[in-house]
């Protein structure tokens, strides 16, 4: 066998890591709204989600599923950084002309709709969950209590995100986010499975209709939470 | 008919190259592309000129010589077409067309259109081969192969590797090219023996030679002029995988 770091090193391999992470993180993506999803339900349902996340496995599930979140995400990102720098210098030249059949805007813009996702990613996590943006909606501030039916006092994550959407900036930054990261998985499932090399001729038709349903799924899923606000079906 | 094309001209490896603009007129709709070039260098030598410099040979699609991007396309735009079966009828009077060579780190230009292809004989010879102590050949039927797999080797023998993936893909990235040799080999018995070392070293001497990565936009496959799919691609990622994890050296 070759050493490791040849194999490491090596294009195939780094896609391998791409694929793998980026599944994992679709994955936290459904899981993620699914919980969001809560809010439909109510204050109680959606508070007590919050709650229970905390409190699993005496609050270590948490720490577990974000050092796992975190390493996965660094390893997309580092493949991502590696593979496109490689991949802009195989073409020093370019072509006068180009005339893309199979391509699409959003399989070509990867690199461009990861990055503003990332940047994304670090603004909400400022926002929602170490509220260091926008503090004055923080469900972890004093007077944001809530009462769980079993009398519990937790933080009101329902009137955080209530409050947040009605803020015409913090919607249209996750719309538009939520508009990029549809556009990232319409291209990033399919390719995924298959660098992964699960596709055949049978599998492979199948394979490429779940990249645009899971894009367009996930985008919608997570956009109707701040157009409910602000249709006021969700108050 | 009449039309105007932008070649480019470069004089060898280290000079800048750019686009020249030629007019040919009484182009006749019959004329391969070729043909077309022959008629044009034809008429630059008469000038007193240096004619275009094209690689070309067998002329009937089989041989995996020629190669341009015609109008942003490699071997022009119809689908599983080499550039020397693409017949003059496609374009019509006045049409205006840019020709340019295949645009990769590993395929250095050359001379005009002539990029050096060397980079594909290194994959090949990584492992694009089998070993057998040669002889007398074995008598006929000793070696039983079923149809599906027969057909799925051929599938993939049939890449004549002119480069035209490599050439399609945003990456430059050989991995049709690659993948069509893995798994032509690795859909016979006399392939499996050197089946995993063959997937390791084809995959790192691509890497070697600077070609990209694969992004899946699948414009290999339908440059390709002999329709390979990429589900050779799937299989190559799932063989060198495999030889990562349990091959031998």
């Given at each position: 066998?070759?050493?490791?770091?040849?194999?490491?090193?090596?294009?195939?391999?780094?896609?391998?890591?791409?694929?793998?992470?980026?599944?994992?993180?679709?994955?936290?993506?459904?899981?993620?709204?699914?919980?969001?999803?809560?809010?439909f339900m109510g204050a109680e349902h959606m508070n007590e989600y919050g709650h229970s996340l905390?409190?699993?496995?005496?609050?270590?599930?948490?720490?577990?599923?974000?050092?796992?979140?975190?390493?996965?995400?660094?390893?997309?990102?580092?493949?991502?950084?590696?593979?496109?720098?490689?991949?802009?210098?195989?073409?020093?030249?370019?072509?006068?002309?180009?005339?893309?059949?199979?391509?699409?805007?959003?399989?070509?813009?990867?690199?461009?709709?990861?990055?503003?996702?990332?940047?994304?990613?670090?603004?909400?996590?400022?926002?929602?969950?170490?509220?260091?943006?926008?503090?004055?909606?923080?469900?972890?501030?004093?007077?944001?209590?809530?009462?769980?039916?079993?009398?519990?006092?937790?933080?009101?994550?329902?009137?955080?995100?209530?409050?947040?959407?009605?803020?015409?900036?913090?919607?249209?930054?996750?719309?538009?986010?939520?508009?990029?990261?549809?556009?990232?998985?319409?291209?990033?499932?399919?390719?995924?499975?298959?660098?992964?090399?699960?596709?055949?001729?049978?599998?492979?038709?199948?394979?490429?209709?779940?990249?645009?349903?899971?894009?367009?799924?996930?985008?919608?899923?997570?956009?109707?939470?701040?157009?409910?606000?602000?249709?006021?079906?969700?108050? | 008919?009449?039309?105007?094309?932008?070649?480019?001209?470069?004089?060898?490896?280290?000079?800048?190259?750019?686009?020249?603009?030629?007019?040919?007129?009484?182009?006749?709709?019959?004329?391969?592309?070729l043909e077309m070039l022959d008629v044009l260098n034809e008429d630059l030598i008469g000038k007193?000129?240096?004619?275009?410099?094209?690689?070309?040979?067998?002329?009937?699609?089989?041989?995996?010589?020629?190669?341009?991007?015609?109008?942003?396309?490699?071997?022009?735009?119809?689908?599983?077409?080499?550039?020397?079966?693409?017949?003059?009828?496609?374009?019509?009077?006045?049409?205006?067309?840019?020709?340019?060579?295949?645009?990769?780190?590993?395929?250095?230009?050359?001379?005009?259109?002539?990029?050096?292809?060397?980079?594909?004989?290194?994959?090949?010879?990584?492992?694009?081969?089998?070993?057998?102590?040669?002889?007398?050949?074995?008598?006929?039927?000793?070696?039983?192969?079923?149809?599906?797999?027969?057909?799925?080797?051929?599938?993939?023998?049939?890449?004549?590797?002119?480069?035209?993936?490599?050439?399609?893909?945003?990456?430059?990235?050989?991995?049709?090219?690659?993948?069509?040799?893995?798994?032509?080999?690795?859909?016979?018995?006399?392939?499996?023996?050197?089946?995993?070392?063959?997937?390791?070293?084809?995959?790192?001497?691509?890497?070697?030679?600077?070609?990209?990565?694969?992004?899946?936009?699948?414009?290999?496959?339908?440059?390709?002029?002999?329709?390979?799919?990429?589900?050779?691609?799937?299989?190559?990622?799932?063989?060198?995988?495999?030889?990562?994890?349990?091959?031998?050296?």
């Amino acid at each position: 066998m070759r050493a490791f770091g040849d194999v490491w090193r090596s294009n195939i391999f780094q896609k391998w890591v791409m694929a793998l992470t980026g599944l994992m993180l679709v994955l936290f993506l459904i899981a993620h709204l699914t919980g969001n999803l809560l809010i439909f339900m109510g204050a109680e349902h959606m508070n007590e989600y919050g709650h229970s996340l905390r409190e699993l496995l005496h609050g270590s599930a948490i720490w577990l599923a974000r050092g796992g979140l975190l390493v996965a995400f660094v390893l997309h990102v580092w493949s991502a950084i590696l593979l496109t720098r490689r991949n802009r210098a195989a073409r020093p030249q370019k072509y006068v002309k180009t005339d893309w059949r199979t391509s699409t805007m959003a399989s070509r813009s990867m690199a461009l709709s990861g990055l503003l996702i990332l940047v994304y990613v670090l603004y909400h996590l400022a926002h929602f969950t170490l509220g260091t943006v926008h503090s004055q909606y923080y469900a972890g501030q004093t007077g944001w209590e809530y009462t769980l039916a079993n009398g519990t006092v937790v933080p009101d994550v329902y009137r955080m995100v209530i409050a947040s959407f009605q803020e015409p900036l913090i919607t249209t930054l996750y719309v538009l986010s939520m508009v990029l990261l549809g556009l990232h998985l319409n291209h990033a499932v399919a390719s995924a499975f298959q660098t992964l090399g699960v596709t055949n001729r049978r599998i492979s038709p199948l394979v490429r209709f779940l990249g645009p349903v899971l894009g367009i799924g996930v985008a919608l899923g997570f956009c109707s939470l701040p157009l409910a606000v602000i249709a006021g079906l969700v108050h | 008919m009449n039309l105007r094309l932008h070649i480019w001209r470069q004089a060898g490896p280290d000079a800048t190259g750019m686009l020249k603009t030629y007019d040919v007129a009484n182009v006749s709709e019959h004329m391969s592309f070729l043909e077309m070039l022959d008629v044009l260098n034809e008429d630059l030598i008469g000038k007193g000129e240096i004619p275009i410099a094209f690689d070309h040979d067998c002329r009937e699609g089989i041989c995996g010589t020629c190669g341009m991007v015609i109008n942003g396309r490699p071997h022009g735009p119809v689908a599983k077409t080499t550039v020397c079966q693409l017949h003059m009828r496609t374009f019509k009077d006045g049409d205006e067309i840019y020709i340019e060579p295949w645009r990769a780190r590993a395929f250095p230009v050359m001379r005009d259109l002539i990029v050096d292809r060397g980079s594909f004989d290194r994959i090949m010879q990584t492992g694009g081969f089998i070993s057998v102590n040669t002889g007398n050949a074995q008598d006929g039927n000793t070696l039983p192969i079923s149809k599906i797999n027969a057909d799925h080797a051929m599938d993939a023998a049939a890449c004549i590797g002119c480069g035209a993936c490599v050439a399609a893909c945003p990456n430059s990235s050989a991995m049709l090219f690659t993948a069509a040799k893995v798994g032509h080999l690795g859909a016979l018995p006399q392939g499996q023996t050197e089946r995993s070392t063959r997937a390791m070293n084809m995959v790192l001497q691509m890497d070697v030679e600077g070609f990209g990565a694969c992004t899946n936009h699948l414009e290999c496959e339908a440059a390709c002029p002999k329709g390979i799919s990429v589900e050779f691609i799937a299989q190559m990622n799932r063989d060198y995988v495999a030889s990562v994890f349990g091959g031998r050296d």
